[in-house]
């Protein structure tokens, strides 16, 4: 009885021991998911493109216990060394935020470290020159995100033109992908709102997205030729005319994040969900590291919930709100069926 009792003893005192040993196994499986989050040239203060990877960041390691760091792109010659540190300090996902990553840093890094994983926010896969097999670009249908912010200006300013004009405008800091069709979308959401809008679109040629006062002064130009909203497709540079259109009493639009925090002279934002878009990654590389695919792209639009519009002004009147709100929806419903195909470019 005793050497049987004493048997029982050891086979649960066993059994005990591997508990144990799993639970710390599991904590360390858990640790040993990390991931990196590479900013673009503005950092984490762009109140937009930057900011919101970052979000995605802290919330996955808020809800998935992932550990995470942030790497910051002071500048363009940063990228590629930054994503370079990130391998090889053993960050199994590495995120590039913004198209910059594709000409060149992520064909230059991806392939030295094979057993890396990277996700290159707003990167075409297709166009990398090395065609990576580790490497997962993220696209989103920026043109529905314009095209409703487009339609909500164009009913704004036929409600309030403008000094009695109906002119709008746009400002994308760099001809990219991105930016074109933010615009492009923009423009045709107006003028489907209002046939007697006229769009202006000009470029403020700022290829690190961070510059405001080449923002600042197209806002500027385009005010003075009678706009009375303007649209910043341009990441933190846009910061600069949206300062402009505060100064200047006109209405702004913001860009990826809603920007109304900035005040009641934004009359909405064109919402960019690069913080789901980077969650979602982080989810799919957590349940199966190894398994992470890349060599493709990753779509976000409106249809499931990529892409979208801010909050309206509070300044708005409780008419115009209802008058807008009501008729933008509806588009936003047709676009996410199908039925209205907003143009990329």
């Not at 992520?106 to 470290?113: G, M």
């Not at 919402?271 to 060599?295: C, E, L, M, Q, S």
Request: proline share 3%; hydrophobic share 40%; net charge positive.
């Amino acid at each position: 009885m005793k050497s049987r009792m004493f048997t029982l003893a050891i086979a649960a005192a066993a059994t005990l021991v591997a508990l144990v040993l799993a639970s710390v196994g599991g904590a360390t499986n858990q640790a040993t998911v990390k991931v990196a989050d590479v900013t673009d040239v503005g950092g984490l203060n762009d109140k937009g493109f930057n900011h919101l990877s970052y979000v995605g960041l802290v919330k996955a390691e808020k809800q998935l216990g992932i550990q995470g760091r942030v790497y910051i792109s002071n500048t363009a010659a940063d990228r590629k060394p930054n994503l370079q540190a990130a391998a090889q300090a053993g960050y199994g996902l590495v995120v590039g935020v913004g198209v910059n990553f594709q000409f060149g840093p992520l064909d230059a890094v991806a392939p030295a470290f094979p057993n890396t994983k990277f996700l290159g926010i707003d990167v075409d896969w297709s166009a990398l020159s090395s065609k990576a097999p580790n490497i997962r670009g993220v696209q989103f249908r920026e043109q529905e995100a314009g095209y409703l912010v487009g339609y909500i200006a164009g009913l704004e300013i036929h409600l309030h033109p403008h000094k009695g004009k109906q002119i709008i405008s746009g400002v994308g800091a760099n001809k990219v992908p991105a930016i074109t069709r933010f615009l492009a979308g923009y423009t045709a959401g107006a003028k489907k709102a209002n046939r007697k809008v006229t769009v202006k679109i000009d470029y403020a040629n700022d290829p690190t997205f961070a510059d405001q006062a080449k923002c600042k002064e197209t806002t500027l130009n385009q005010i003075q030729a009678g706009s009375g909203i303007v649209f910043e497709a341009a990441g933190q540079c846009g910061l600069g005319g949206l300062t402009a259109a505060k100064q200047n009493h006109i209405w702004g639009i913001g860009v990826d994040a809603d920007q109304y925090f900035l005040g009641s002279f934004m009359l909405t934002s064109a919402t960019k969900h690069v913080d789901r878009a980077v969650y979602d990654a982080i989810v799919a590389f957590k349940k199966n590291p190894k398994g992470f695919k890349g060599g493709f792209n990753k779509n976000y639009g409106l249809s499931n919930g990529g892409v979208g519009y801010g909050r309206l002004s509070k300044k708005l009147s409780a008419h115009d709100r209802l008058y807008i709100t009501t008729r933008v929806n509806k588009i936003a419903k047709l676009i996410a069926q199908g039925k209205i195909k907003p143009p990329s470019g």
